[in-house]
């Protein structure tokens, strides 16, 4: 069934002890997110969980969700419905769904009792050096790190699906690919959020030639709601890896369209980085909260060490008891996410490459640690934090999905090309878009980046070399089964999105659609403020300032695609709607 239902059923999925709690959080939502009442595709009240017994799919498009869920009806696992959802995005939201891009996957089998994780991050090329980012100047130019051929990385999202379809599914890559490839050949209907995407990055898109064919009409007009798009391009370069594999774009036709492309704009992948471009099986991070094992991503991704860390921090205080985004509960969430982004500063990068202390990071110890330097009523200004000491060493546009069967797998997707559109450049004859993943690397040590963040010579540029990221699909286990599946987009706020998902379950005890929608904080260390959304009471946004904090209230952050499973097998999927194209629906 879908997320339909009434607001008696807010009150009964909620615990009694949070019925205050639901009633504002509904109130809340109804003012904070008028573009649902006006996406007329979407039906139904959005406050309430999608209810399934058999398998749930949860991603940021309708489309998609349909497809991987007629995989799961047809019999295939959360791998098979994954790789449908994954290439269907690549078609349907162009803006972030990729096969131009990277990402990384969760994959949770509680028959195999394993949590396994596949990195599909891309890669610099052969020819990336250091300094390839700095001006005469000797400062980091941002047009040429974000907007320009060189910011593009080695693309691996082909690549891990194709990995993830071969190990853990039961389908072929060809029966994967129908969908995205009829969509891509016969066009679909043009929801709001699609062309209001493309009309806000219509400048940049423009620049560029084989953009302008793709994403606007041959008069230069732009699409509209109820238009059919059409992308023939890409339907070509999809039917060319459903018969020929990871080789029919990594080699072949796609390739030397991707090369041309570079030569073009004076970009630096070749044949050679595509043809030994590979994804890596890696072991995820692990920590315990309150009797949860949660499991997420590693490096090259900064989001699981970071979530453990943050955990393990608030493990010691009482937030439950707090109380939901209460101001001493979001004073201390802020304390300890600062602390986790002056780490993530100087510790984090490729593993392939640096000595990263994951265990020291993520152990009880440091945790303690650092909670002893945290004052219950007192903000710490960011310029008094530095990187700590852990133990010796042993976008905003990306897009997260959550999937589970009826087989006991479960599967926690995320995937981007960094900024939405990503460099804005489409591969000519190709038809789509390149990444600009090279800005996640420090161009310059102590510079931050897009997002603010900024990094030391772990993430500095070498060739080879996946970028830091803050990308962060998790899945939570009891007992050995699974219970929570989630992750989302959203750049720096990757990490505290997904946090506060996790929170809001486990300490809170809202249902997962509540969980997924409640108003978010953010604090990344530097600037030195807590953002926080719409939602938040201004009552307690002055007792924080006069904790001493800064408070800056700011767009919406992340989209959170989340699964939870009950004790009896019920799933529960919470589509964000931060998101006007989010959809939950199981059977």
Known sequence: ????????????????????????????????????????????????????????????????????????????????????????????????GNIGGGGFMLISSEQKNEVVAIDYREKAPAAASR?????????????????????????????????????????????????????????????????????????????????????????????????????????????????????????????????A???????????????????????????????YDIFSMGPPSSGGTHIIQILNILEGFPI??????????????????????ADRSKYLGDSDFVQVPIQGLTSKAYAEKLRRTIHRGRATASATLLPGDPAPYESNETTHFSIVDKFGNAVSNTYTINFSYGSHIVVDGAGFLLNNEMDDFSAKPGVANAYGLISDEANQIEPNKRMLSSMSPTIVKQGGKNFLVTGSPGGSRIITTTLQVLLNVIDHHLNIQAAVSAPRIHHQWLPDEIRIEEGISPDTVRLLEGMGHTVTRQAAMGASQSILVSSDGTKYGGADPRRSTSSAKGF
């Open 1 to 96: 069934m879908n997320n339909t239902g009434a607001f008696q059923r807010l009150i009964v999925l909620l615990p009694t002890t949070r019925l205050a709690t639901g009633f504002a959080l509904l109130c809340t939502l109804m003012v904070a997110t008028p573009s649902l009442a006006q996406e007329a595709i979407l039906e139904g009240d959005r406050s309430i969980p999608a209810e399934a017994k058999n398998g749930m799919v949860v991603t940021s498009h309708y489309l998609a969700t349909d497809e991987a869920l007629k995989v799961l009806e047809q019999g295939g696992n959360a791998v098979d419905a994954a790789v449908t959802a994954a290439f269907t995005l690549a078609v349907t939201q162009p803006r972030s």
């Open 131 to 259: 300094d390839m980012f700095l001006g005469a100047d000797g400062n980091a130019d941002e047009e040429l790190s974000r907007y320009s051929h060189k910011s593009a990385g080695v693309p691996g999202t082909v690549a891990g699906l194709a990995l993830a379809l071969e190990k853990y599914g039961t389908l072929s890559l060809a029966k994967a690919l129908e969908p995205a490839i009829r969509l891509a050949q016969e066009g679909f209907i043009v929801p709001v959020r699609f062309s209001d995407g493309i009309k806000s990055a219509a400048d940049r898109l423009q620049k560029h030639e084989s953009s302008r064919k793709v994403f606007f009409k041959p008069d230069g007009s732009h699409y509209q709601p109820g238009d059919r798009f059409v992308q023939k391009d890409l339907a070509a370069t999809l039917k060319r890896i459903a018969e020929q594999g990871s080789e029919g774009f990594y080699q072949g036709r796609t390739a030397d369209l991707i090369v």
């Open 261 to 291: 492309e570079m030569k073009r704009g004076g970009g630096l992948i070749t044949l050679d980085d595509l043809k030994h471009y590979q994804p890596a099986i890696r072991q995820p991070v692990h920590g315990n909260y309150r009797g």
């Open 320 to 341: 439950g008891w707090t109380g939901h985004n209460s101001a001493e509960t979001i004073h201390l969430m802020a304390e300890a996410m600062a602390r986790a982004y």
